[in-house]
């Protein structure tokens, strides 16, 4: 049987290396049931969404311009 209960310290672990890479199912289903119960992660995935966001578009700033 796989552990589905995660602590806050992993769930912020699997955000993380979620963005780098593609996470194992059991550890995606397992997150997703955390952030459902948990206040503090989502807000923590919100944050990443944006810092996320933010380089996209700082990456982009210029070459849209010709510069």
Excluded at 47 to 65: E, H, K
Aim: hydrophobic content about 45%; some cysteine; proline content about 3%.
């Amino acid at each position: 049987m796989i552990p589905l209960r995660r602590t806050c310290k992993q769930a912020a672990a699997l955000l993380l290396a979620r963005e780098d890479r593609r996470i194992a199912l059991s550890d995606a289903v397992a997150l997703r049931l955390h952030l459902m119960a948990c206040e503090a992660c989502p807000k923590f995935e919100r944050q990443l969404l944006t810092m996320r966001n933010a380089m996209r578009q700082w990456r982009n700033y210029g070459a849209d311009d010709g510069l």
